[in-house]
């Protein structure tokens, strides 16, 4: 199994950036898809980001035209970069790499805490 290791995450103020990483031990093209979920204290998991082997990307509602999903295949690695960032999206970030639509790889989470 591929593992997935992230990197990145901080404190950083309202209107502010980071980038988040996500290292895997193999070559990505292990996986159909990969993508970032977040999880808020007392809240579930939730879906930020995707892209595919082949490029596509899709992103919730709530963070649109503020975060974008890349990846450099020769790092085996993929990014999201995060800008305008809000107190709302404080929360941990997960890496997932699908190998199916049933069978996935996460990484161990870094924290991201934006303040008002």
């Known amino acids: 199994q591929v593992q997935l290791v992230e990197s990145g995450g901080g404190l950083v103020q309202a209107g502010g950036s980071l980038r988040l990483s996500c290292a895997a031990s193999?070559?990505?093209?292990?996986?159909?898809?990969m993508g970032w979920y977040r999880q808020a204290p007392g809240k579930r998991r939730e879906f930020v980001a995707q892209i595919t082997s082949g490029g596509t990307t899709n992103y919730a509602d709530s963070v649109k035209g503020r975060f974008t999903i890349s990846r450099d295949n020769a790092k085996n690695t993929v990014y999201l970069q995060m800008n305008n960032l809000k107190p709302e999206d404080t929360a941990a970030y997960y890496c997932r790499g699908a190998y199916s639509s049933s069978f996935y790889s996460w990484g161990q989470g870094t924290q991201v805490t934006v303040s008002s």
């Open positions: 193999k070559s990505i093209f292990n996986f159909n898809a």
